[in-house]
C-alpha cells in the first residue's frame, strides 16, 4: 500500500478557521500564499508556532542582513527548495547580491563578519548545538556576542519547523519565488 506525503495547499476559505487571519496575513505580505504556508496551514499550532519563532528571529539583535544571511546559509545547508529561493531572493533584495551567490555557491563569504555567521548557524545544526571551539571563537572575533550565539538558536529553530514542514508535505517552489 502506497502513502503518499502530499498535502493540500489550503487558503483562507478551506483552512481551519483559526488559521484563516494568518494566511490573509501572509498572501497580503507576499501577495500570494506560499505554498508552504498553503501547506503548514494542515496544522495550525505549527503555523502558528512558525509564525511566532519568525516574529521573535526578527526581535534579535542581528540586523536583517545578518538574520538573511544565517537563513540562507541554514536552508541550503538542509536543502529546501522553497526556502532557498524565497531567502535567496530576499538577500539579493536587501543589497546582499554577493552574499547570497556565495552561499549558494557554496563558497565563503568575502564579508568576514557574515561568514562566521554563516558557519556558527551551519555549525549548531550539524553538530546539534555542540559547536567546534574555533568555530564559535571565530564567531566572538567577528564581533559578535555570546548572547547573540543564543540569540541564533531562535533562528535556526524557526527554520528547521519551516525546512522540515516543507519537506515532509512536499511543498512546491511558488513561481513567484523563481521570477528574475
Same mark, same amino acid.
Given at each position: 500500500?502506497?502513502? #503518499? ?17 494568518? +494566511?490573509?496575513?501572509?498572501?497580503? @505580505? ?21 509564525h511566532h519563532g519568525l516574529a521573535e528571529f526578527e526581535r534579535t539583535s542581528f540586523t536583517p542582513l545578518e538574520r538573511e ?21 530576499? +538577500?539579493?533584495?536587501?543589497? %546582499?547580491?554577493?552574499?547570497?551567490? @556565495?552561499?549558494?555557491?557554496?563558497? $565563503?563569504l568575502s564579508d568576514a563578519r557574515l561568514e562566521a555567521l554563516a558557519q556558527?548557524?551551519? #555549525? ?9 571551539? %574555533? ?9 559578535? #556576542?555570546?548572547? @547573540? ?15 522540515? #514542514? ?13 521570477? $528574475?
Amino acid at each position: 500500500m502506497s502513502h #503518499s506525503r502530499s498535502y493540500p495547499d489550503l487558503d483562507e476559505t478551506t483552512a481551519p478557521e483559526e488559521i484563516r487571519p494568518m +494566511l490573509a496575513a501572509t498572501r497580503a @505580505q507576499f501577495g500570494f500564499l506560499p505554498s508552504a504556508m498553503a501547506r503548514m496551514a494542515a496544522a495550525p499550532i505549527l503555523a502558528r508556532a512558525f509564525h511566532h519563532g519568525l516574529a521573535e528571529f526578527e526581535r534579535t539583535s542581528f540586523t536583517p542582513l545578518e538574520r538573511e544571511v544565517s537563513v540562507l546559509a541554514l536552508v541550503r545547508l538542509i536543502g529546501c527548495e522553497v526556502c532557498v529561493a524565497l531567502h535567496a531572493g530576499l +538577500l539579493r533584495r536587501m543589497g %546582499g547580491e554577493v552574499a547570497a551567490r @556565495q552561499l549558494l555557491d557554496g563558497e $565563503p563569504l568575502s564579508d568576514a563578519r557574515l561568514e562566521a555567521l554563516a558557519q556558527l548557524t551551519r #555549525s549548531l545544526f550539524e553538530t546539534r548545538g555542540d559547536v567546534d571551539a %574555533g568555530v564559535f571563537a571565530a564567531f566572538l572575533a567577528a564581533g559578535f #556576542s555570546r548572547a @547573540q550565539a543564543l540569540e541564533l538558536l531562535v533562528g535556526v529553530g524557526t527554520y528547521v519547523m519551516s525546512t522540515f #514542514s516543507n519537506r515532509l508535505t512536499e511543498a512546491a517552489v511558488d513561481p513567484q519565488l523563481t521570477a $528574475p
